[in-house]
């Protein structure tokens, strides 16, 4: 399911931006509660993609980047996202072979990380959100991940 050639630093970027904007644009109340981390799916597309273009600086400096549009304390997703980002490379060979219910399962496990310790950070840092929808993120992302990962997959293998 994850193959990657031709992969560009034009698509990254637009890849990147794209994740971005959708991560900050406005939506209706109810659909903003669902709205996946588009960042951290593509960040974890990237690493297991091409990992040696887009490794842990390309997750911190996406990270720092999501941090300065929330306008949130600089550096939390950034730790999030190279925590992930670090365990998908780790275990990039093993999932790129595995069938795509299974790459969603480590998703989906990644995802929960990458929510925990923004929730750890939030909750050090004297900003406590424990309301139960921020969780919401989690399985909508991992729901995502095979509809994401076909769109990732066109658009960074097409010439």
Not at 1 to 11: A, E, F, V, Y
């Amino acid at each position: 399911m994850i193959s990657g050639s031709g992969l560009s630093w034009t698509r990254v970027a637009a890849l990147s931006l794209a994740a971005l904007t959708a991560t900050v644009v406005p939506l209706p109340g109810w659909l903003a509660l669902a709205r996946p981390d588009f960042v951290a799916l593509v960040v974890l597309w990237l690493a297991l993609l091409a990992p040696r273009s887009t490794g842990l600086l390309y997750a911190w400096s996406m990270g720092l980047a999501l941090d300065a549009f929330r306008g949130v304390l600089l550096g939390q997703h950034a730790l999030a996202l190279v925590l992930i980002a670090w365990i998908a490379l780790r275990l990039r060979l093993q999932v790129r072979a595995w069938p795509l219910l299974q790459q969603t399962a480590v998703v989906f496990a990644l995802l929960w990380l990458d929510e925990f310790v923004i929730f750890w950070i939030d909750g050090v840092s004297g900003h406590p959100v424990t309301d139960w929808i921020r969780w919401l993120r989690v399985p909508v992302g991992a729901a995502c991940w095979p509809l994401a990962a076909r769109v990732f997959a066109r658009t960074t293998t097409r010439g």
